[in-house]
């Protein structure tokens, strides 16, 4: 089964059997599960994923439920760092189906959500996993009319907007890669070969995404980036194997069997003047867009010189000026449009009811332009015929070891070291400037940062 699935948080075992069920409505659309414990925080979450719902089923066809499972925590016991009041929320890349667009063997596959795989007409039966995708949020921002807003950004990564590859280098934490280049995500297979030893057996890389599919440089709008190339990534031509680590390795450790990994990829490739072109634009303000199926090109957030594996690419560029990192946010409302909903940042004390009767949106939190978005990669606007294309399912076969791998590191304190992980590394340096002025950093997490 062509099951993309790289979930890799997942709560230590005496969690897995605890879930409340929350159904949006009749039609139940969505199903979400919480994994956590009562407390306030959990009772407003709760009203706003059930608002999330409803929001997001008034804009597009959602024929058979997606399901989420949800943890609301307390970030700053969990993540050990000032960062920790100012993240919001996180997605982790939801499970993917692996689909191509014939069945030719020639044509590339993407990597589909399975929350959108199940709305499509597909070629066979797929065996679904029990939950879409997981949202994670912290009981630090939990606050009647505002969180609605982000657990509505948070289920929209799920639904779609979120890339898989990642500039692989010193921005992510592995500092002896002598020049940063884009990858598509390798993935495991991993077995347990003795007592706090795991051998970890490297199989291949992940495909790009659905919405990975649709991005072009803004200076070339012609060309799709993720179409072509990488080659060597996929044909299995690279000479990958296997590695031993143990338990308790430190991210250094793991990191520096990547960077051998990646050294002997990149070293006398042809492709490497590409490779680079799509780094510099990684590094490069507003360089990149998502081409729309009618043509118009949105523009992605990208910054110059800093590159956040979990932020950059994956959100809508801001409509107000800011080409540094630092400058990204504004206090002001009037600089907001109606794509409010997928920026990076969002500033706290905009209320949910103010964003809706400002920009009047004719689906509520989801702009014009993210609804062009979604349905570029296939989903359906509400109301309009769906679309009869017939996906084919992938006979690629990527195994389920995500979650065995955050298991066994959740239990090893993954957390706990004092070196900076990649993700908070991104924010803390500016976390003062957050704080300060009341700036929510709406922030994802990509898989990199956790599962080696
Ligand atoms: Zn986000």
Redesign the pocket.
């Known amino acids: 089964m062509a099951k993309v699935k790289y979930i890799n948080y997942k709560k230590p075992t005496i969690n897995i059997n605890k879930g409340e069920k929350l159904m949006v409505s009749s039609q139940q659309p969505f199903n979400f599960v919480i994994k956590s414990d009562d407390s306030p925080e959990k009772e407003i979450y709760k009203k706003a994923l059930l608002r999330s719902g409803e929001e997001i089923s008034k804009a597009l066809e959602i024929k058979n439920t997606i399901n989420i499972d949800v943890y609301i925590e307390d970030f700053c016991k969990t993540l050990r760092s000032t960062a920790c009041f100012s993240l919001v929320g996180m ?1 982790y890349s939801p499970i993917y189906i692996a689909l191509k667009d014939s069945s030719s063997p020639n044509e590339r596959e993407y990597a589909y959500p399975q929350a959108l795989v199940k709305q499509l007409n597909l070629d066979k039966e797929v065996d679904f996993s029990d939950h879409d995708l997981i949202i994670y949020l912290n009981t630090h921002m939990a606050k009647e009319d505002f969180s609605e807003i982000i657990t509505t ?2 289920i929209i ?1 799920g639904l779609g907007f979120m890339g898989n590859g990642v500039v692989i280098g010193k921005s992510i934490g592995i500092p002896n890669i002598k020049e940063e280049l884009f990858s598509p995500y390798v993935y495991y297979d991993v077995e347990n070969v003795a007592e706090n030893k795991i051998n970890y057996n490297m199989l291949g890389f992940l495909p790009f995404t659905v919405f990975e599919k649709n991005i072009v440089a803004i200076e070339d709008r012609d060309n799709y980036l993720y179409r072509t190339g990488f080659d060597e990534f996929f044909d299995n031509s690279v000479n990958i194997t296997s590695y031993s680590l143990d338990f308790n390795s430190s991210s250094e450790e793991q990191f520096s069997v990547l960077s051998k990994i990646y050294s002997e990829i990149y070293k006398d490739n042809k492709s490497l003047n590409k490779y680079r072109k799509i780094t510099k634009y990684y590094f490069t303000h507003n360089s990149i867009g998502f081409k729309c199926s009618d043509g118009e090109v949105v523009k992605l957030q990208t910054f110059n010189d800093v590159y956040l594996s979990s ?1 950059s690419g ?2 809508m560029a801001v409509p107000f000026k800011c080409e540094a990192l630092n400058t990204c946010y504004s206090n002001d409302i009037n600089e907001y449009d109606n794509d409010y909903l ?1 920026y ?1 940042n969002f500033p706290i004390q905009f209320k949910s009811s103010e964003m809706l009767k400002k920009f009047k949106n004719e689906y509520g939190f989801i702009g014009p332009k993210l609804l062009k978005i979604l349905t570029t990669m296939g989903w359906t606007e509400k109301g309009k015929e769906s679309d009869s294309k017939i996906y084919y399912v992938s006979d690629n076969e990527f195994p389920d070891v995500y979650d065995y791998l955050f298991e066994l590191k959740s239990n090893n304190t993954i957390f706990k070291n004092d070196i900076k992980e990649t993700f908070l590394m991104s924010s803390s340096n500016l976390n003062h400037t957050y704080l300060k002025t009341n700036i929510l950093l ?3 997490i990509s898989s990199l940062l956790f599962i080696i």
Do not use: D, K, L, Q
């Open positions: 997605t950004h948070e990564h932020s994956n959100h997928m990076y709406i922030f994802i």
